[in-house]
């Protein structure tokens, strides 16, 4: 059984950056592909981002892509997801997830996190 637990989310101006993290605790970190996905008010929670069990591999969602960056320290059981020129819009809560599979797709995650709020004021 995998424990997620996000931390970093906080309140931001437009144009700013935060750093979210999401340290992984009791099975094997780097059997995993890791992911966020994040959840607006009133929304379907959301594919944002992907990487591979070794790192070498990553994929974005296209209204993140150029912005943000995933990225993951095995040693440190810890996958980072790095938000640059933050938007209203990219206001939600952001859950970091875990998968035997490198996908999109929410429904094959199976350990999830408590998600952290980041809210981007304008």
């Known amino acids: 059984q995998v424990q997620l637990v996000e931390s970093g989310g906080g309140l931001v101006q437009a144009g700013g950056s935060l750093r979210l993290s999401c340290a992984a605790s009791?099975?094997?970190?780097?059997?995993?592909?890791m992911a966020w996905f994040r959840q607006a008010p009133g929304k379907e929670r959301e594919f944002v981002a992907v990487i591979s069990l070794s790192g070498r591999s990553t994929d974005y969602a296209d209204s993140v892509k150029g912005r943000f960056t995933i990225s993951r320290d095995n040693a440190k059981n810890t996958v980072y997801l790095q938000m640059n020129s933050l938007k209203p819009e990219d206001t939600a809560i952001y859950y970091c997830?875990?998968?035997?599979?490198?996908?999109?797709?929410?429904?094959?995650?199976?350990?999830w996190g408590q998600g952290t709020q980041v809210t981007v004021s304008s």
């Open positions: 009791g099975g094997p970190f780097r059997n995993y592909a």
């Open positions: 997830a875990a998968s035997r599979w490198y996908t999109f797709d929410s429904h094959k995650y199976d350990y």
